[in-house]
């Protein structure tokens, strides 16, 4: 068996980009993107089967986004996040002395760990 999924129209053997399934209860068919396995009850569309989709009459199409958009994080928002979890790692005094000590002292704030900050009691 091929490990690529095939649309499950009749005579296409076209590789699976979208699962259709049916809300019976709604009267709604669901186009999404490929499900993650193959579900007894739910149909594998190809590209052009999924764009040439109709439902019947009285039933809603309800098209979900689809994952073109990049699935994982750019390098520049990976980036971003390690350079916030350095700098929240940083002990305050090192980050001080480092030029990085920009930040302005509350006077609520009592205590410090790491990034966490413990503030008094706006009654005292």
Not at 14 to 30: F, I, N, Q
Not at 45 to 72: F, I, M, N, Q, Y
Not at 100 to 124: A, F, I, N, Q, Y
């Amino acid at each position: 068996m091929s490990p690529v999924r095939r649309c499950s129209r009749t005579a296409c053997g076209r590789p699976a980009v979208a699962t259709l399934t049916y809300v019976y209860a709604d009267s709604t068919a669901v186009l999404g993107p490929l499900a993650t396995y193959a579900e007894p009850h739910c149909y594998d569309l190809c590209a052009e089967h999924s764009e040439r989709l109709t439902a019947p009459r009285g039933w809603e199409v309800v098209r979900l986004a689809d994952a073109s958009g990049p699935a994982r994080p750019t390098g520049d928002d990976l980036e971003a996040l390690a350079n916030a979890v350095r700098e929240a790692a940083r002990p305050q005094e090192r980050a001080a002395e480092a030029g990085g000590g920009g930040r302005t002292v509350d006077p609520r704030e009592v205590g410090r760990r790491g990034h966490l900050r413990v503030l008094r009691s706006p009654d005292s």
